[in-house]
């Protein structure tokens, strides 16, 4: 199985709560199966995993195999929700020094990222990692116009046609963009590279399932497949409208109804260091979601227990205004056990026998039950376990859950106009000619 489950038992709301939402949810449900017919709203994900390209599908695999055979490193430049999906379901399930590892053991490309930050040094330090490595470039921007991948892509561009001359360096750069407008999509028809489709409507941060994400994961060696079809079982899980069976729409109604409660900061936690971009997509998607009209949840990330050692005080003792969400991983991909030892002078002989997972679940247990105690409320996702269709499934929760939680909350999920703010200041600086 591939399933998640929720457990709202330490959420301190009740399910009269919850059910108070059920008409509101019914009218979102319909207005969002509605508008994912309309081209021009924002809600092609909501069908995407049964609806989704099959000839762009299978042209993402034959790239993919193109790019594991004549590369060792693919670079992706992007940022927000142009590179978080990718890079999330990547590294929840590759190995956790996946990048680090040798070729042999690692079997595909090293995955690196740029784009996404305008680091001088970052940028130099990347060009001494890939070194003499032969390189392809996905760049993926949906408006085509982003300065951070613009400026990423110009150097990497210049950096492979030295490298290769321009004929080959042609060969190894796939564009991922929209599919009429912007300085990318130009570029791309100028140079004859290798195109992928954004949807028109499929936003930025909804995009993890289309090229955007699909085309990195699978280089990685993840089946897109398997990914796709726990998305679909996702779909169809989630499709009922009534909120009494339905825990994707339940997550969404209780963090409203925790909101109206003063707790306006969700911490999303992990005992499992490789969903840490995982963590990262879900703060995006939420912050950018619901964080508008000076509305939202804040939405913020911990890895436990490390974060247990930084956070720690401050959610058992500080602020009362966070809840908790999460994500268990029921079935750990791999597990080690605590052997005895005869002196014993660390004191860790009463551990024998015991499996790290063991522990680590003991050590959730524990801080859910402090934190309950201390006021921070709960929720649990239990999921079966890290493998490419439970995540393709836990990643189309979160979506629909977010685009749920956002029109109860009466904010536009899909548009994000706040992040223009920055730019035009920073062009202004710049002196950019038109911004
Ligand atoms: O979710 C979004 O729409 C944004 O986070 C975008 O993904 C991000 O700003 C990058 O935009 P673009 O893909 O146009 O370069």
Known sequence: MSNIKLDFKNSKIVSRQIMKYAERVEEIHKELHEDAKDENKFVGWLELPSEYDKKEFEKIKKCAKKIRKDSEVLLVIGIGGSYLGARAVIESLTHTFYNALDKEQRKSPQILYAGNNISGAYLNDLMDLIGDKDLSINVISKSGTTTEPA????????????KYGIKEARKRIYVTTDSEKGALKTLADTEKY??????????GRYSVLTAVGLLPIAVAGINIDDLMAGAKIAQ???????????????????RNVLYSNYKNLEILVTYEPKMHYLIEWWKQLFGESEGKEG????????????DLHSLGQYLQEGRKNIFETVINVVEPLS???IRADEDDLDGLNYLEGKTLDFINKKAMQGTI?????????????NMDRLDAKTIGHLLYFFELACAVSGKILEVDPFNQPGVEKYKKNMFKLLKKAIY
């Open 151 to 162: 400026i990423a892509f110009r150097i990497f561009r210049e950096y492979l046609e030295n």
């Open 194 to 203: 290798e195109t992928f489709v954004i949807p028109n409507n499929i936003g």
């Open 236 to 254: 169809d899980k989630y499709n009922d409208q009534n909120l009494k069976y339905n825990e994707c729409y339940q997550y969404a109604v209780a």
């Open 295 to 306: 509305k939202g949840i804040f939405p913020a990330g911990a890895e436990f227990t490390t």
């Open 335 to 337: 597990n080690l056990k």
């Open 369 to 381: 039950e402090a934190h309950v105690d201390g006021d921070v409320p709960n929720i649990l996702i």
